[in-house]
């Protein structure tokens, strides 16, 4: 059974930055060598929308809202990957959540949620002007 449990969410003021952290047990013993690894966010309201993503061979994608901002990354023999977000807007306040799936990442487009089988449960991010 895959599980995946994302933390680091808070409360952070315009301007700041935070971590996010996404735990997997599961996957790594059934991803093999391809993977994919991923985050997204859901605003109140709004629909949920990709925000990067990292695959088996290290290349990431990202979606133009964040690409100068946030920095993703992953440690899969750790079992874990993550979300480094700088200069933080009230814009990006939402819940994140973190997404897995053992093939290759589409590479011509941020992440998109059809392509993930296997998710957490989100962490809620509020930023503050």
């Known amino acids: 059974q895959v599980q995946l449990v994302e933390s680091g969410g808070g409360s952070q003021q315009a301007g700041e930055s935070l971590r996010l952290s996404c735990s997997t047990s599961?996957?790594?013993?059934?991803?093999?060598?391809?993977?994919?690894l991923a985050w997204f966010r859901q605003a109140p309201g709004k629909e949920r929308e990709g925000l990067a993503s990292i695959q088996y061979d290290g290349v990431t994608t990202y979606d133009a809202s964040v690409k100068d901002r946030f920095t993703i990354a992953e440690d899969i023999a750790e079992n874990s990957w993550y979300l480094q977000m700088n200069n933080l807007k009230p814009e990006d306040a939402a819940t994140y959540y973190c997404a897995a799936d053992t093939r290759a990442c589409r590479l011509d487009k941020a992440p998109v949620q059809g392509d993930f089988r296997y998710w957490g449960q989100g962490t809620q991010v509020t930023v503050s002007s």
């Open positions: 599961g996957f790594t013993k059934i991803a093999g060598r391809t993977y994919c």
